[in-house]
Protein backbone atom coordinates (compact mmCIF):
# COMPACT_ATOMS: atom_id res chain seq x y z
CA UNK A 1 0.00 0.00 0.00
CA UNK A 2 0.89 3.45 -0.30
CA UNK A 3 2.11 5.53 2.25
CA UNK A 4 0.13 9.09 1.63
CA UNK A 5 2.82 11.45 3.04
CA UNK A 6 2.32 14.89 3.94
CA UNK A 7 3.55 18.19 1.93
CA UNK A 8 5.96 18.53 4.93
CA UNK A 9 7.40 14.86 4.17
CA UNK A 10 7.03 15.32 0.69
CA UNK A 11 10.00 17.81 1.02
CA UNK A 12 12.08 15.62 3.00
CA UNK A 13 11.37 12.82 0.32
CA UNK A 14 13.02 15.91 -2.50
CA UNK A 15 15.67 16.18 -0.01
CA UNK A 16 16.81 12.73 0.37
CA UNK A 17 16.67 11.63 -3.55
CA UNK A 18 19.01 15.04 -3.75
CA UNK A 19 21.25 13.95 -1.03
CA UNK A 20 21.46 10.43 -2.20
CA UNK A 21 21.40 10.18 -5.72
CA UNK A 22 23.00 11.92 -8.00
CA UNK A 23 20.01 14.58 -8.44
CA UNK A 24 19.81 18.16 -7.83
CA UNK A 25 16.24 20.11 -7.07
CA UNK A 26 16.66 21.64 -10.88
CA UNK A 27 16.74 18.04 -11.79
CA UNK A 28 13.65 16.68 -9.70
CA UNK A 29 12.06 20.05 -11.22
CA UNK A 30 13.01 18.78 -14.50
CA UNK A 31 11.43 15.10 -14.46
CA UNK A 32 8.45 16.48 -13.23
CA UNK A 33 7.38 18.90 -15.60
CA UNK A 34 8.19 16.39 -18.21
CA UNK A 35 6.23 13.86 -16.83
CA UNK A 36 3.06 17.12 -16.73
CA UNK A 37 3.87 17.40 -20.11
CA UNK A 38 3.70 13.86 -21.20
CA UNK A 39 0.96 12.75 -18.97
CA UNK A 40 -1.06 16.74 -20.52
CA UNK A 41 0.03 15.48 -24.08
CA UNK A 42 -2.38 12.44 -23.83
CA UNK A 43 -5.06 14.83 -22.75
CA UNK A 44 -4.35 18.00 -25.76
CA UNK A 45 -2.84 16.26 -28.38
CA UNK A 46 -3.68 19.18 -30.78
CA UNK A 47 -0.44 21.55 -31.60
CA UNK A 48 -2.53 24.35 -32.72
CA UNK A 49 -3.89 24.89 -29.09
CA UNK A 50 -3.44 28.27 -27.54
CA UNK A 51 -2.27 27.43 -24.03
CA UNK A 52 -1.70 29.70 -20.96
CA UNK A 53 0.79 29.01 -18.34
CA UNK A 54 0.45 30.97 -15.00
CA UNK A 55 3.59 30.63 -12.52
CA UNK A 56 4.28 31.88 -9.27
CA UNK A 57 7.02 32.51 -7.35
CA UNK A 58 7.92 29.33 -5.84
CA UNK A 59 9.10 25.96 -7.52
CA UNK A 60 5.23 25.23 -8.18
CA UNK A 61 6.11 28.27 -10.29
CA UNK A 62 9.59 26.95 -11.24
CA UNK A 63 7.74 23.79 -12.71
CA UNK A 64 5.35 25.92 -14.56
CA UNK A 65 8.16 27.96 -16.17
CA UNK A 66 9.73 24.52 -17.40
CA UNK A 67 6.63 22.93 -18.35
CA UNK A 68 6.30 26.04 -20.82
CA UNK A 69 9.55 25.74 -22.80
CA UNK A 70 8.99 21.96 -23.44
CA UNK A 71 5.51 22.66 -24.68
CA UNK A 72 7.08 25.17 -26.90
CA UNK A 73 9.96 22.66 -27.49
CA UNK A 74 7.66 19.87 -28.69
CA UNK A 75 5.68 21.97 -30.53
CA UNK A 76 3.16 23.64 -28.38
CA UNK A 77 3.48 27.17 -29.85
CA UNK A 78 1.10 29.01 -29.14
CA UNK A 79 2.33 28.82 -25.73
CA UNK A 80 2.15 32.05 -24.03
CA UNK A 81 3.75 32.39 -19.97
CA UNK A 82 2.20 35.09 -17.00
CA UNK A 83 4.78 35.55 -14.56
CA UNK A 84 3.13 36.59 -11.09
CA UNK A 85 4.81 38.79 -9.39
CA UNK A 86 2.91 40.35 -6.61
CA UNK A 87 5.95 40.05 -4.00
CA UNK A 88 9.64 40.34 -4.34
CA UNK A 89 10.20 36.31 -3.81
CA UNK A 90 11.46 33.82 -6.57
CA UNK A 91 12.78 30.80 -5.98
CA UNK A 92 16.91 30.06 -7.17
CA UNK A 93 14.84 27.08 -9.40
CA UNK A 94 12.05 30.01 -10.44
CA UNK A 95 15.12 32.00 -11.83
CA UNK A 96 16.95 29.88 -13.40
CA UNK A 97 14.10 28.49 -15.50
CA UNK A 98 12.81 32.36 -16.15
CA UNK A 99 16.29 33.06 -17.77
CA UNK A 100 16.35 29.57 -19.45
CA UNK A 101 12.81 30.44 -21.02
CA UNK A 102 14.42 33.99 -21.63
CA UNK A 103 16.76 32.37 -23.68
CA UNK A 104 14.18 31.02 -26.27
CA UNK A 105 13.13 34.16 -26.62
CA UNK A 106 9.40 32.83 -25.23
CA UNK A 107 7.66 35.79 -24.83
CA UNK A 108 6.85 36.33 -20.50
CA UNK A 109 3.94 38.66 -19.52
CA UNK A 110 4.44 39.78 -16.28
CA UNK A 111 1.59 40.29 -13.87
CA UNK A 112 2.29 42.58 -10.60
CA UNK A 113 -1.82 43.02 -9.64
CA UNK A 114 -4.76 40.58 -10.31
CA UNK A 115 -6.13 43.71 -11.96
CA UNK A 116 -3.48 43.84 -14.52
CA UNK A 117 -4.80 40.54 -15.85
CA UNK A 118 -5.94 41.49 -19.16
CA UNK A 119 -8.47 38.88 -21.57
CA UNK A 120 -6.59 35.67 -21.82
CA UNK A 121 -7.08 34.32 -25.48
CA UNK A 122 -6.33 30.82 -24.46
CA UNK A 123 -8.05 27.12 -24.92
CA UNK A 124 -6.27 25.58 -22.20
CA UNK A 125 -5.06 27.18 -18.47
CA UNK A 126 -1.94 25.36 -16.86
CA UNK A 127 -1.66 26.41 -13.39
CA UNK A 128 1.47 26.64 -11.29
CA UNK A 129 0.90 29.56 -9.33
CA UNK A 130 0.88 27.90 -6.00
CA UNK A 131 1.79 24.28 -5.30
CA UNK A 132 2.19 22.26 -1.79
CA UNK A 133 4.16 25.38 -0.19
CA UNK A 134 0.89 27.06 0.47
CA UNK A 135 1.43 28.12 3.87
CA UNK A 136 -1.68 30.30 5.11
CA UNK A 137 -5.47 30.42 3.32
CA UNK A 138 -5.46 33.06 -0.04
CA UNK A 139 -6.25 36.50 0.26
CA UNK A 140 -5.42 39.63 -1.50
CA UNK A 141 -4.07 39.64 -4.60
CA UNK A 142 -4.01 35.84 -5.27
CA UNK A 143 -7.37 35.33 -4.13
CA UNK A 144 -8.55 37.97 -6.58
CA UNK A 145 -6.27 36.24 -9.25
CA UNK A 146 -7.61 32.99 -8.24
CA UNK A 147 -11.39 34.74 -9.13
CA UNK A 148 -10.42 35.68 -12.54
CA UNK A 149 -9.11 32.55 -13.91
CA UNK A 150 -12.00 30.41 -12.70
CA UNK A 151 -14.40 33.28 -14.49
CA UNK A 152 -11.98 32.61 -17.43
CA UNK A 153 -14.39 29.46 -19.23
CA UNK A 154 -11.59 27.38 -20.43
CA UNK A 155 -10.49 23.71 -18.94
CA UNK A 156 -7.48 24.35 -16.22
CA UNK A 157 -5.06 21.98 -15.61
CA UNK A 158 -3.01 22.69 -12.36
CA UNK A 159 0.39 21.33 -11.67
CA UNK A 160 0.73 19.44 -8.88
CA UNK A 161 -1.88 21.00 -6.54
CA UNK A 162 -4.52 23.61 -7.79
CA UNK A 163 -3.49 27.32 -6.34
CA UNK A 164 -5.07 27.43 -2.75
CA UNK A 165 -5.69 23.73 -2.02
CA UNK A 166 -4.09 22.86 0.72
CA UNK A 167 -2.52 18.84 0.49
CA UNK A 168 -3.86 17.97 4.18
CA UNK A 169 -5.60 18.89 6.86
CA UNK A 170 -8.93 19.21 5.23
CA UNK A 171 -10.61 21.47 2.51
CA UNK A 172 -12.35 24.77 3.55
CA UNK A 173 -15.74 24.62 3.37
CA UNK A 174 -15.77 28.66 1.15
CA UNK A 175 -12.90 26.96 -1.09
CA UNK A 176 -11.43 30.31 -2.92
CA UNK A 177 -8.45 28.72 -5.17
CA UNK A 178 -8.59 28.05 -8.63
CA UNK A 179 -10.84 25.36 -9.97
CA UNK A 180 -9.11 22.80 -12.30
CA UNK A 181 -10.70 20.45 -14.44
CA UNK A 182 -8.20 17.50 -13.90
CA UNK A 183 -4.39 18.11 -11.63
CA UNK A 184 -1.76 16.23 -12.78
CA UNK A 185 0.46 15.30 -9.12
CA UNK A 186 3.90 14.41 -8.28
CA UNK A 187 4.34 10.54 -7.00
CA UNK A 188 1.93 10.29 -4.42
CA UNK A 189 -1.73 11.95 -4.48
CA UNK A 190 -2.23 14.45 -1.80
CA UNK A 191 -4.71 13.30 1.41
CA UNK A 192 -7.06 15.97 0.72
CA UNK A 193 -7.86 14.61 -2.77
CA UNK A 194 -9.61 12.09 -1.42
CA UNK A 195 -12.47 13.92 0.59
CA UNK A 196 -15.67 15.36 -1.15
CA UNK A 197 -14.95 19.08 -0.42
CA UNK A 198 -12.09 18.90 -3.13
CA UNK A 199 -14.17 18.57 -5.88
CA UNK A 200 -14.89 22.57 -6.11
CA UNK A 201 -10.77 22.62 -6.71
CA UNK A 202 -10.02 19.67 -8.52
CA UNK A 203 -12.50 17.53 -10.94
CA UNK A 204 -10.07 14.87 -11.12
CA UNK A 205 -6.32 14.13 -10.65
CA UNK A 206 -3.71 11.93 -12.07
CA UNK A 207 -0.51 10.65 -10.37
CA UNK A 208 2.45 10.79 -12.33
CA UNK A 209 6.28 9.19 -10.75
CA UNK A 210 9.25 11.65 -10.28
CA UNK A 211 11.17 9.13 -9.66
CA UNK A 212 11.78 10.03 -5.70
CA UNK A 213 12.88 7.51 -3.28
CA UNK A 214 10.22 4.98 -2.77
CA UNK A 215 12.01 3.56 0.27
CA UNK A 216 12.38 6.08 2.05
CA UNK A 217 8.75 7.51 1.60
CA UNK A 218 7.43 4.33 2.22
CA UNK A 219 9.25 4.56 5.75
CA UNK A 220 8.03 7.82 6.60
CA UNK A 221 5.59 7.66 9.68
CA UNK A 222 2.71 8.14 7.71
CA UNK A 223 -1.21 8.45 9.01
CA UNK A 224 -2.63 7.21 5.67
CA UNK A 225 -2.10 4.69 3.42
CA UNK A 226 -3.54 3.66 0.09
CA UNK A 227 -5.22 0.39 -0.94
CA UNK A 228 -3.48 -1.72 -3.77
CA UNK A 229 -4.26 -5.12 -5.32
CA UNK A 230 -1.20 -6.33 -3.98
CA UNK A 231 -2.03 -5.80 -0.79
CA UNK A 232 -5.48 -7.73 -1.47
CA UNK A 233 -3.52 -10.56 -2.98
CA UNK A 234 -1.61 -10.93 -0.23
CA UNK A 235 -4.73 -11.47 2.21
CA UNK A 236 -6.96 -13.25 0.43
CA UNK A 237 -7.17 -17.14 1.84
CA UNK A 238 -6.92 -19.50 -0.53
CA UNK A 239 -9.05 -22.56 -1.38
CA UNK A 240 -7.08 -25.82 -0.62
CA UNK A 241 -7.24 -29.16 -0.99
CA UNK A 242 -9.16 -31.49 1.30
CA UNK A 243 -11.05 -28.67 2.50
CA UNK A 244 -14.70 -28.26 3.03
CA UNK A 245 -17.70 -26.44 4.14
CA UNK A 246 -16.74 -26.52 7.57
CA UNK A 247 -13.34 -25.26 6.93
CA UNK A 248 -14.61 -21.34 5.60
CA UNK A 249 -16.65 -21.25 8.57
CA UNK A 250 -20.17 -19.99 9.32
CA UNK A 251 -21.85 -16.42 9.25
CA UNK A 252 -25.16 -15.74 10.90
CA UNK A 253 -26.53 -12.77 9.32
CA UNK A 254 -29.53 -10.96 11.30
CA UNK A 255 -31.43 -8.71 8.49
CA UNK A 256 -34.12 -7.72 7.01
CA UNK A 257 -38.06 -6.76 7.66
CA UNK A 258 -40.63 -8.27 5.40
CA UNK A 259 -40.88 -4.78 3.29
CA UNK A 260 -37.06 -4.82 3.51
CA UNK A 261 -36.32 -8.28 2.50
CA UNK A 262 -33.84 -7.65 -0.36
CA UNK A 263 -31.31 -5.59 2.18
CA UNK A 264 -31.17 -9.46 3.77
CA UNK A 265 -30.98 -11.23 0.50
CA UNK A 266 -28.42 -8.77 -0.69
CA UNK A 267 -26.11 -9.41 2.09
CA UNK A 268 -26.51 -13.17 2.22
CA UNK A 269 -25.76 -13.07 -1.68
CA UNK A 270 -22.47 -10.98 -0.83
CA UNK A 271 -21.47 -13.47 1.91
CA UNK A 272 -21.92 -16.21 0.08
CA UNK A 273 -20.08 -14.90 -3.12
CA UNK A 274 -17.33 -14.10 -0.83
CA UNK A 275 -16.57 -17.55 -0.05
CA UNK A 276 -18.40 -18.45 3.46
CA UNK A 277 -18.50 -21.87 3.79
CA UNK A 278 -22.12 -21.58 5.60
CA UNK A 279 -24.70 -18.76 5.84
CA UNK A 280 -27.64 -18.33 7.91
CA UNK A 281 -30.32 -15.92 7.30
CA UNK A 282 -31.52 -15.37 9.85
CA UNK A 283 -35.08 -13.84 8.54
CA UNK A 284 -38.55 -12.85 9.42
CA UNK A 285 -40.66 -16.09 8.23
CA UNK A 286 -42.20 -14.42 5.31
CA UNK A 287 -38.71 -14.07 3.79
CA UNK A 288 -38.15 -17.74 3.64
CA UNK A 289 -40.09 -17.92 0.20
CA UNK A 290 -37.50 -15.74 -1.37
CA UNK A 291 -34.53 -17.02 0.19
CA UNK A 292 -34.88 -20.63 -0.87
CA UNK A 293 -35.99 -19.49 -4.46
CA UNK A 294 -33.27 -16.99 -5.12
CA UNK A 295 -30.19 -18.52 -2.65
CA UNK A 296 -31.05 -22.21 -2.42
CA UNK A 297 -27.07 -22.24 -0.60
CA UNK A 298 -28.30 -19.99 2.44
CA UNK A 299 -29.88 -21.53 5.46
CA UNK A 300 -32.64 -19.78 7.25
CA UNK A 301 -33.15 -19.53 11.28
CA UNK A 302 -36.75 -18.10 12.38
CA UNK A 303 -36.77 -14.81 14.18
CA UNK A 304 -36.97 -16.41 17.52
CA UNK A 305 -34.44 -15.34 20.25
CA UNK A 306 -34.34 -18.24 22.13
CA UNK A 307 -33.02 -20.32 18.89
CA UNK A 308 -29.91 -17.54 18.49
CA UNK A 309 -28.86 -17.85 21.49
CA UNK A 310 -28.50 -21.31 21.37
CA UNK A 311 -26.90 -22.02 18.13
CA UNK A 312 -24.26 -18.75 19.19
CA UNK A 313 -21.09 -20.84 19.48
CA UNK A 314 -21.35 -22.28 15.94
CA UNK A 315 -20.95 -19.22 13.64
CA UNK A 316 -17.28 -17.36 12.98
CA UNK A 317 -19.50 -14.09 12.66
CA UNK A 318 -22.76 -12.48 13.05
CA UNK A 319 -23.72 -9.84 10.58
CA UNK A 320 -26.57 -7.40 11.93
CA UNK A 321 -28.36 -4.35 10.34
CA UNK A 322 -29.54 -4.74 6.99
CA UNK A 323 -32.99 -3.53 6.29
CA UNK A 324 -33.62 -4.46 10.33
CA UNK A 325 -35.78 -1.61 11.43
CA UNK A 326 -35.35 0.13 14.76
CA UNK A 327 -37.95 -1.53 16.44
CA UNK A 328 -37.91 -2.72 19.59
CA UNK A 329 -37.62 -6.46 18.43
CA UNK A 330 -34.87 -5.59 16.70
CA UNK A 331 -33.20 -4.37 19.48
CA UNK A 332 -33.75 -7.43 21.51
CA UNK A 333 -31.78 -8.91 18.13
CA UNK A 334 -28.68 -6.37 18.64
CA UNK A 335 -28.40 -7.12 22.70
CA UNK A 336 -28.39 -10.75 21.71
CA UNK A 337 -25.94 -10.29 18.83
CA UNK A 338 -24.22 -8.31 21.55
CA UNK A 339 -23.87 -10.97 24.12
CA UNK A 340 -22.88 -13.59 21.59
CA UNK A 341 -19.19 -12.78 22.09
CA UNK A 342 -18.38 -14.03 18.38
CA UNK A 343 -16.87 -11.82 15.27
CA UNK A 344 -19.86 -8.38 15.03
CA UNK A 345 -20.10 -6.59 11.55
CA UNK A 346 -22.40 -3.85 12.70
CA UNK A 347 -24.66 -1.74 9.71
CA UNK A 348 -27.63 0.29 8.33
CA UNK A 349 -30.12 -0.24 11.36
CA UNK A 350 -28.14 -2.36 13.91
CA UNK A 351 -26.21 1.23 13.72
CA UNK A 352 -29.11 3.59 13.89
CA UNK A 353 -29.96 1.92 17.36
CA UNK A 354 -26.66 2.20 18.44
CA UNK A 355 -27.23 6.17 18.02
CA UNK A 356 -30.46 5.67 19.74
CA UNK A 357 -29.15 3.78 22.62
CA UNK A 358 -25.29 4.76 23.83
CA UNK A 359 -25.75 2.43 26.56
CA UNK A 360 -25.12 -0.28 23.29
CA UNK A 361 -22.42 1.08 21.93
CA UNK A 362 -20.29 1.49 24.84
CA UNK A 363 -20.79 -2.93 24.88
CA UNK A 364 -19.24 -3.42 21.31
CA UNK A 365 -16.91 -6.03 21.89
CA UNK A 366 -12.86 -4.86 20.59
CA UNK A 367 -12.33 -6.03 16.86
CA UNK A 368 -15.92 -5.35 15.19
CA UNK A 369 -16.55 -3.52 12.07
CA UNK A 370 -18.97 -0.96 11.47
CA UNK A 371 -19.84 -0.07 8.34
CA UNK A 372 -21.52 3.47 8.50
CA UNK A 373 -22.59 5.52 5.63
CA UNK A 374 -22.23 9.44 6.23
CA UNK A 375 -25.49 9.88 7.69
CA UNK A 376 -25.40 6.71 10.01
CA UNK A 377 -21.95 7.75 11.09
CA UNK A 378 -23.32 10.88 12.14
CA UNK A 379 -25.93 10.06 13.96
CA UNK A 380 -23.68 7.67 15.85
CA UNK A 381 -21.38 10.15 16.60
CA UNK A 382 -22.69 13.42 16.48
CA UNK A 383 -23.09 15.74 13.05
CA UNK A 384 -19.55 17.26 11.20
CA UNK A 385 -19.54 19.72 9.06
CA UNK A 386 -16.79 18.68 7.42
CA UNK A 387 -14.73 15.38 6.08
CA UNK A 388 -11.65 16.39 7.84
CA UNK A 389 -13.21 16.54 11.30
CA UNK A 390 -15.65 13.97 10.59
CA UNK A 391 -12.25 11.29 10.21
CA UNK A 392 -11.13 12.78 13.10
CA UNK A 393 -13.41 11.46 15.21
CA UNK A 394 -13.60 7.68 13.89
CA UNK A 395 -10.14 7.65 13.98
CA UNK A 396 -10.45 8.48 17.94
CA UNK A 397 -13.32 6.24 18.54
CA UNK A 398 -11.57 3.26 16.27
CA UNK A 399 -8.65 3.77 18.79
CA UNK A 400 -10.89 3.85 22.13
CA UNK A 401 -13.41 1.60 21.30
CA UNK A 402 -10.81 -1.01 19.31
CA UNK A 403 -13.16 -0.84 16.39
CA UNK A 404 -12.64 -1.07 12.28
CA UNK A 405 -15.21 2.15 10.97
CA UNK A 406 -15.83 1.63 7.50
CA UNK A 407 -16.68 4.79 6.96
CA UNK A 408 -18.01 4.63 3.33
CA UNK A 409 -18.31 7.22 0.46
CA UNK A 410 -16.51 7.22 -3.26
CA UNK A 411 -13.32 6.68 -1.69
CA UNK A 412 -14.21 4.60 1.57
CA UNK A 413 -11.87 5.37 4.59
CA UNK A 414 -11.08 2.44 6.68
CA UNK A 415 -10.43 3.61 10.41
CA UNK A 416 -8.62 0.92 12.37
CA UNK A 417 -7.34 0.47 16.25
CA UNK A 418 -4.25 1.13 15.33
CA UNK A 419 -5.08 5.14 14.48
CA UNK A 420 -4.66 4.76 10.65
CA UNK A 421 -7.04 5.82 7.81
CA UNK A 422 -6.40 2.93 4.71
CA UNK A 423 -8.64 4.56 1.79
CA UNK A 424 -9.90 2.27 -0.62
CA UNK A 425 -9.36 3.09 -4.34
CA UNK A 426 -11.80 1.30 -5.66
CA UNK A 427 -15.07 1.85 -6.92
CA UNK A 428 -17.71 4.57 -8.90
CA UNK A 429 -21.00 6.22 -9.47
CA UNK A 430 -22.65 3.26 -11.37
CA UNK A 431 -22.56 1.62 -7.58
CA UNK A 432 -25.01 4.62 -6.31
CA UNK A 433 -27.70 2.85 -6.20
CA UNK A 434 -30.11 1.37 -3.18
CA UNK A 435 -28.50 -2.26 -1.84
CA UNK A 436 -24.63 -1.74 -2.40
CA UNK A 437 -24.22 -1.44 1.06
CA UNK A 438 -25.49 -4.47 2.39
CA UNK A 439 -23.30 -6.22 -0.19
CA UNK A 440 -20.49 -5.31 0.86
CA UNK A 441 -21.74 -5.99 4.95
CA UNK A 442 -22.11 -9.72 3.39
CA UNK A 443 -18.86 -10.15 1.66
CA UNK A 444 -17.03 -8.83 4.92
CA UNK A 445 -19.17 -11.12 7.28
CA UNK A 446 -17.80 -13.68 4.42
CA UNK A 447 -14.08 -12.84 4.72
CA UNK A 448 -14.25 -12.52 8.11
CA UNK A 449 -15.98 -16.48 8.10
CA UNK A 450 -12.70 -17.53 5.93
CA UNK A 451 -10.86 -16.02 9.57
CA UNK A 452 -9.32 -12.99 8.18
CA UNK A 453 -8.77 -10.17 10.75
CA UNK A 454 -11.44 -6.84 11.32
CA UNK A 455 -8.69 -4.91 9.66
CA UNK A 456 -8.27 -7.66 6.66
CA UNK A 457 -11.50 -8.42 6.21
CA UNK A 458 -12.65 -4.50 5.96
CA UNK A 459 -9.58 -3.86 3.25
CA UNK A 460 -10.34 -6.89 1.03
CA UNK A 461 -13.91 -6.46 1.19
CA UNK A 462 -14.27 -2.49 0.03
CA UNK A 463 -11.41 -3.46 -2.30
CA UNK A 464 -13.26 -6.09 -4.24
CA UNK A 465 -16.75 -4.65 -3.99
CA UNK A 466 -15.00 -1.73 -5.64
CA UNK A 467 -12.99 -3.62 -8.05
CA UNK A 468 -16.93 -5.60 -9.14
CA UNK A 469 -18.32 -2.76 -9.05
CA UNK A 470 -15.66 -1.01 -11.37
CA UNK A 471 -15.79 -4.07 -14.06
CA UNK A 472 -19.48 -3.97 -14.60
CA UNK A 473 -20.33 -0.02 -15.08
CA UNK A 474 -17.69 -0.36 -17.65
CA UNK A 475 -19.94 -2.19 -20.32
CA UNK A 476 -23.34 -0.35 -17.70
CA UNK A 477 -24.82 2.78 -16.95
CA UNK A 478 -25.58 1.60 -13.34
CA UNK A 479 -24.33 -1.34 -11.30
CA UNK A 480 -27.08 -3.00 -9.80
CA UNK A 481 -26.24 -4.61 -6.37
CA UNK A 482 -27.42 -8.47 -6.93
CA UNK A 483 -24.61 -8.52 -9.73
CA UNK A 484 -22.29 -7.09 -7.95
CA UNK A 485 -22.59 -9.79 -5.54
CA UNK A 486 -22.19 -12.10 -8.61
CA UNK A 487 -18.89 -10.60 -9.69
CA UNK A 488 -16.83 -10.86 -6.29
CA UNK A 489 -16.35 -14.12 -6.51
CA UNK A 490 -15.29 -13.68 -10.01
CA UNK A 491 -12.71 -11.02 -8.91
CA UNK A 492 -11.79 -13.23 -6.24
CA UNK A 493 -10.71 -16.03 -8.32
N1 LIG B 1 8.68 16.21 -4.72
C1 LIG B 1 7.91 16.99 -5.40
O1 LIG B 1 6.70 16.80 -5.32
C2 LIG B 1 8.46 18.09 -6.20
C3 LIG B 1 7.71 19.24 -6.30
N2 LIG B 1 8.04 20.26 -7.07
C4 LIG B 1 7.21 21.46 -7.12
O2 LIG B 1 7.47 22.29 -6.02
C5 LIG B 1 6.24 22.77 -5.51
C6 LIG B 1 6.41 23.28 -4.14
O3 LIG B 1 7.25 24.38 -4.26
P1 LIG B 1 7.53 25.43 -3.09
O4 LIG B 1 7.83 24.69 -1.85
O5 LIG B 1 8.54 26.37 -3.56
O6 LIG B 1 6.14 26.11 -2.90
P2 LIG B 1 5.12 26.85 -3.89
O7 LIG B 1 3.86 26.08 -3.87
O8 LIG B 1 5.72 27.13 -5.20
O9 LIG B 1 4.83 28.20 -3.11
C7 LIG B 1 5.86 28.91 -2.48
C8 LIG B 1 5.59 30.38 -2.53
O10 LIG B 1 4.24 30.61 -2.26
C9 LIG B 1 4.12 31.67 -1.29
N3 LIG B 1 2.88 31.42 -0.60
C10 LIG B 1 2.48 30.29 0.01
N4 LIG B 1 1.21 30.38 0.42
C11 LIG B 1 0.80 31.62 0.05
C12 LIG B 1 -0.43 32.29 0.18
N5 LIG B 1 -1.50 31.73 0.75
N6 LIG B 1 -0.52 33.54 -0.31
C13 LIG B 1 0.54 34.10 -0.90
N7 LIG B 1 1.74 33.51 -1.06
C14 LIG B 1 1.85 32.28 -0.59
C15 LIG B 1 5.37 31.59 -0.50
O11 LIG B 1 5.69 32.82 -0.01
P3 LIG B 1 6.05 33.07 1.55
O12 LIG B 1 4.74 33.04 2.26
O13 LIG B 1 6.94 31.96 1.95
O14 LIG B 1 6.65 34.39 1.54
C16 LIG B 1 6.40 31.16 -1.54
O15 LIG B 1 6.89 32.27 -2.22
C17 LIG B 1 5.32 21.59 -5.68
O16 LIG B 1 3.95 21.88 -5.58
C18 LIG B 1 5.72 21.12 -7.06
O17 LIG B 1 5.03 21.87 -8.05
C19 LIG B 1 9.07 20.00 -8.11
O18 LIG B 1 9.50 21.15 -8.66
C20 LIG B 1 10.21 19.20 -7.56
C21 LIG B 1 9.77 17.93 -6.89
N1 LIG C 1 -19.86 7.14 -6.35
C1 LIG C 1 -19.44 6.03 -5.72
N2 LIG C 1 -18.15 5.65 -5.87
C2 LIG C 1 -17.70 4.55 -5.21
N3 LIG C 1 -18.45 3.79 -4.40
C3 LIG C 1 -19.73 4.12 -4.23
C4 LIG C 1 -20.29 5.25 -4.87
N4 LIG C 1 -21.57 5.34 -4.50
C5 LIG C 1 -21.81 4.31 -3.65
N5 LIG C 1 -20.70 3.57 -3.50
C6 LIG C 1 -20.53 2.41 -2.59
O1 LIG C 1 -21.78 1.74 -2.43
C7 LIG C 1 -22.03 1.45 -1.06
C8 LIG C 1 -23.28 2.18 -0.60
O2 LIG C 1 -23.54 1.84 0.74
P1 LIG C 1 -24.88 2.27 1.47
O3 LIG C 1 -25.13 3.72 1.31
O4 LIG C 1 -24.84 1.71 2.84
O5 LIG C 1 -25.95 1.48 0.59
P2 LIG C 1 -27.31 0.74 0.99
O6 LIG C 1 -27.69 1.23 2.36
O7 LIG C 1 -28.31 1.15 -0.04
O8 LIG C 1 -27.03 -0.71 0.94
C9 LIG C 1 -20.77 1.85 -0.29
O9 LIG C 1 -19.90 0.75 -0.17
C10 LIG C 1 -20.14 2.91 -1.20
O10 LIG C 1 -18.75 2.98 -1.03
Request: glycine share 8%.
Amino acid sequence: MQAIISAVQMHLADEYTITHEPVTLFDLMERASAAFVKCFRKDFDDRGLRLAVFCGPGNNGGDGLAIARMLINSGYLNTAVYKINFSPNQSEDNKTNEALLKKMHAPVRYIYKAEDMQFIAADVLIDAVLGSGLNKPLSGEYAQLAQKINAINIPVYAVDIPTGLPADGGVDENYNGIRAQKTITFQRPKFNFFLPESLAATQEFEVVNIGLDEDYIQSLPAGHYLLEEKDIRKILPPRKRFSHKGTYGHALLICGQPQTMGAALLCASGCIHAGAGLVTACIPGSGLTALNASLPEAMYLPRDIGQITSTAEDYKVVAIGCGLDTNDESKVLLEKALEMQTQLVIDADAINLLAKDKNLLDKLPPGTILTPHIKEFDRLFGNHTSWHSRLQTAVGEAFSRRLTIVLKNQYTFICHSDKKIYINPTGNPAMAQGGMGDVLTGIIAGLLAQKLSPLHAAWAGCYLHGKAGDRLARNSYVVKASALAEQVAKEMK
